[in-house]
Nanobody, 126 residues
Framework: QVQLVESGGGLVQAGGSLRLSCAASGRTFSNYAMAWFRQAPGKEREIVASIPWSGGYAYYADFVKGRFTISRDDAKNTLYLQMNSLKPDDTGVYYC???????????????????WGQGTRVTVSS
C-alpha cells in the first residue's frame, strides 16, 4: 500500500523560506513521476511542480517559477519542495502525489489517479 507523508509546513513571514518533504513508502518510486499540489482556502487544487522519474527536468507553474525548486532523493524515497521568497498568496495546504503509471510524465501529466498524501499546511503572513 502506497503511503505519502508530507512535512515541513508552518507559519512564515513573507519573503521567508520553507522546505517541504514527502516521505514515500509501499513500493519503489524511482520509476514514477511525482508532484506537489496546493489548495488555497476557497480555491481549487492546483499543481505547483512536477518531476519525472529520472529527475533532471521539472515542470513549474508560472506563479512559482524562480522561487520554488522540486527535487527527489530516490535513495530515501523522498520528494522535496524548496520554497523561497514566499508570498501570502502561497498560503494553503500542500500535497504530494505520485503517478499511477511508471515511466510516464509530461508538463501536462495528470496525477488524479495516482496516490496522494494528507497534506501539510503553509501559512505566509504579510
Amino acid at each position: 500500500q502506497v503511503q505519502l507523508v508530507e512535512s515541513g509546513g508552518g507559519l512564515v513571514q513573507a519573503g521567508g523560506s520553507l522546505r517541504l518533504s514527502c516521505a514515500a513508502s509501499g513500493r519503489t518510486f524511482s520509476n514514477y513521476a511525482m508532484a506537489w499540489f496546493r489548495q488555497a482556502p476557497g480555491k481549487e487544487r492546483e499543481i505547483v511542480a512536477s518531476i519525472p522519474w529520472s529527475g533532471g527536468y521539472a515542470y513549474y507553474a508560472d506563479f512559482v517559477k524562480g522561487r520554488f525548486t522540486i527535487s527527489r532523493d530516490d535513495a530515501k524515497n523522498t520528494l522535496y519542495l524548496q520554497m523561497n521568497s514566499l508570498k501570502p498568496d502561497d498560503t494553503g495546504v500542500y500535497y504530494c502525489a505520485v503517478a499511477a503509471t511508471p515511466l510516464r510524465w509530461s508538463n501536462s501529466y495528470r496525477f488524479d489517479s495516482g496516490s496522494w498524501g494528507q497534506g501539510t499546511r503553509v501559512t505566509v503572513s504579510s
